[in-house]
């Protein structure tokens, strides 16, 4: 299931950042760093009670005078309409209204998102003064918190996530198997969708009450319902470069958020490039199901053996990527493009799987038995229980002695053991491991 997405929008110097670093969780993970994902904190992800979400800072470059400023929240105003599921508008307490918080409160109200209005910088009682006039931006009730002192954040989430509510509930998408297609401009994304659409039967091009991309298509075929995303984001030109590469990353992590199969394309006179490996490592990291397709196949001289090979060179550029399968098309002869959506419906299927805690347990104590966990500081990991929890992706719990004693190099043992027992090809593994005393 996608997270909501929650993100933030305010003036330079309101406490954005500051918010979302004492927000952001810290999840501790066994799974070395992807390569290429730049930890440019565009996203974090977040949990407050039952609920876990995407944080969105969609704070950019510091802009220097007034009409920047204005014209740039107007722009970060507009990339969270488009990709959040709730706006968190933050206005300087200390500072009180300006002139840009009301015009850019006045766009937000207008999209119908939910918004939250955070008062920052309310570090005592005297800082309330100013409160009253926010209540003029006509967005309901503000919060006041101080993101530095670590005050009111409990109240001001319980308001994010009640909008969570229903959010996803009775969704005509939840049939539909969502496809974003990820690569660089002149990949031939289009001329594939433009392709599957053409031989297949379109059933809906619009489905109400969705607020969507209208850059989804919908199909049907024998194999499901598919919805597919073409997540070309990056051609819009301007002056600012670095803002344009923000807003292009935030929607494409957006996309790679909501969608269950992720197909990273990429150009097969090209290979793939340093942009390609950062976006598909964010797709991995949250455990998507992937494949990688290779387009313009028909351009590259071959023999018997160049496909092998080439499939090769990119396995060990994306040595992260091991479990997704790969495919060699031309969108412009159609050469193999029949096979897109049924390896994207495999990926799909294997995203979804549950397997029996019988059978888990099972192969978990013969991976154990042929294996011996290593001795990490004085003590031996001892798996006492294993079950899976969740799908899309796959989650599974392994109850053991003591955390401290997992070693990387036995946890990937083991989810090999596991990818080889059940078939995950194309799906990544969420696996955690909690101790039980
Ligand atoms: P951003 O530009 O919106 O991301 O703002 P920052 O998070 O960088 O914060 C701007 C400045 O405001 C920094 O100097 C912070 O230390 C300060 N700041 C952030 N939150 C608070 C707060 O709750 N109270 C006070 N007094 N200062 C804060
Ligand atoms: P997008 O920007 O990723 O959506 O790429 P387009 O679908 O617009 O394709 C970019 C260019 O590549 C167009 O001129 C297409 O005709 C061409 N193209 C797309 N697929 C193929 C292919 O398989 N082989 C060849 N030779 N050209 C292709």
Redesign the pocket.
């Known amino acids: 299931m996608a997270k909501p997405i929650v993100a933030f929008v305010?003036?330079?110097?309101?406490?954005?950042?500051?918010?979302f670093n004492r927000l952001a969780g810290k999840r501790i993970s066994i799974v070395q760093d992807t390569p290429g994902v730049t930890r440019d904190r565009v996203y974090a992800q977040a949990d407050w009670l039952k609920y876990e979400f995407t944080m969105i800072?969609t704070?950019g470059i510091e802009p220097k005078s007034d009409d920047v400023i204005l014209k740039q929240m107007k722009r970060q105003a507009q990339i969270a309409i488009e990709t959040a599921d709730v706006i968190v508008f933050?206005v300087d307490g200390?500072e009180g209204l300006t002139a840009a918080d009301s015009e850019v409160a006045q766009m937000l109200r207008r999209s119908k998102k939910p918004i939250v209005l955070v008062v920052?910088?309310?570090?005592s009682k005297k800082d309330e003064e100013n409160l009253y006039e926010f209540y003029n931006l006509g967005i309901g009730e503000p919060m006041t918190?101080?993101?530095?002192?670590g005050l009111g954040l409990g109240d001001m989430l319980d308001e994010v996530v009640k909008h969570f509510d229903g959010l996803y509930d009775g969704e005509e998408e939840d049939e539909y198997i969502r496809i974003a297609m990820i690569g660089k401009p002149n990949v031939g994304k289009s001329s594939l969708i433009n392709k599957l659409l053409g031989e297949e039967r379109v059933i809906v091009s619009n489905i109400p009450g969705t607020t969507r991309d209208a850059v989804d298509s919908y199909l049907e075929t024998d194999l499901g319902k598919f919805i597919l995303v073409d997540t070309a984001g990056l051609r819009r030109k301007s002056k600012v470069k670095e803002e344009i590469e923000r807003y292009s990353v935030i929607r494409t992590y957006a996309a790679v958020e909501r969608a269950d199969v992720c197909i990273l394309m990429v150009d097969a006179e090209e290979g793939v490039t340093d942009q390609d490996e950062k976006i598909i490592g964010y797709a991995h990291e949250m455990n998507k199901a992937i494949m990688v397709i290779v387009n313009k196949w028909d351009l590259i001289e071959k023999d018997d053996k160049t496909m092998v090979n080439y499939q090769k060179d990119m396995q060990a550029k994306l040595s992260f990527l091991s479990y997704a399968p790969y495919l060699f098309i031309s969108a412009l002869t159609g050469q193999r493009v029949h096979k897109v959506l049924e390896v994207a419906k495999m990926c799909y299927d294997n995203y979804n799987k549950r397997v029996s805690t019988g059978i888990l347990n099972d192969v978990i104590n013969r991976a154990v038995l042929m294996k011996e966990p290593p001795i990490v500081g004085l003590k031996r990991m001892k798996i006492y229980y294993a079950t899976q929890v969740a799908t899309k992706p796959p989650k599974f719990i392994f109850f053991v002695n003591d955390a401290t004693a997992i070693h990387f190099s036995y946890a990937r043992y083991l989810e090999n053991q596991l990818r080889e027992s059940f078939d995950f090809k194309g799906t990544g593994l969420e696996i955690e491991y909690r101790e039980r005393k």
């Open positions: 305010g003036r330079p110097n309101v406490g954005k950042s500051t918010l800072d704070g933050i200390k920052n910088k309310v570090d918190i101080s993101a530095s002192q």
